[in-house]
């Protein structure tokens, strides 16, 4: 019984080992060219890098979207400085508008979703990295179930995607950010499970 027990235990582990490999691999792979040429009524960007802000300001003068936000900028940080850093003229600022309260992706996703609603919004274009995109549209789809989201990968040269098993940075970079996508995708699960003895001890005191 015992070596059976181990035998079935092995037999998971590899099958699970096999499937978060086959998972890295597609996590890596090169997303989907761009082709949605409609506009959408805002132009999202998650601050990283200012590749990712320029861009951003690039589709908005080509009329990709109405308004441009960008989320999680430093609370020291405002719109005049950061046109200045970003190199733009004072043509974006009616049409900007930045979050200052988001520290994570999770955060981008709520206070997008917040400003979504505050204009009235339904469709937008994410602007992010490419090795930062799985995450980032699983938790917007989330924050705003039934909202259309186009998918703006941005490739900035020190995550070179092309090749990245050559380069050990990058390597690393995408098995961290595919360790964050994994926690993502399994925190409902995870919140479950642990508001589940909370709420049985909730019933428990009621019923005395």
């Given at each position: 019984m015992l070596w059976g027990a181990l035998r079935r235990l092995a037999i998971t582990s590899a099958a699970l080992f096999m499937l978060c490999i086959v998972g890295f691999i597609w996590f890596a792979a090169r997303p989907a060219p761009e082709n949605e040429s409609a506009p959408t009524d805002a132009i999202v960007v998650l601050t990283g890098g200012r590749l990712r802000l320029q861009i951003g300001m690039d589709l908005l003068r080509d009329g990709k979207g109405r308004k441009l936000f960008v989320s999680g900028v430093n609370q020291q940080v405002d719109l005049g400085e950061l046109l200045r850093v970003s190199g733009n003229a004072d043509w974006a600022s009616c049409c900007t508008a930045l979050g200052h309260d988001a520290d994570n992706t999770l955060g981008n996703a709520r206070e997008t979703a917040q400003w979504m609603r505050q204009q009235g919004f339904s469709s937008l274009r994410l602007v992010t990295a490419w090795y930062h995109m799985p995450r980032s549209l699983l938790e917007l789809d989330r924050a705003m179930p039934g909202t259309k989201i186009v998918a703006h990968p941005v490739f900035?040269?020190?995550?070179?995607?092309?090749?990245?098993?050559?380069?050990?940075?990058?390597?690393?970079?995408?098995?961290?950010?595919?360790?964050?996508?994994?926690?993502?995708?399994?925190?409902?699960?995870?919140?479950?499970?642990?508001?589940?003895?909370?709420?049985?001890?909730?019933?428990?005191?009621?019923?005395?």
């Open positions: 900035p040269e020190e995550a070179e995607q092309k090749h990245w098993w050559r380069s050990r940075s990058t390597v690393l970079l995408l098995a961290s950010e595919y360790g964050k996508y994994l926690g993502a995708l399994l925190r409902p699960v995870v919140e479950r499970l642990t508001s589940a003895p909370a709420s049985r001890s909730a019933e428990a005191e009621i019923g005395r």
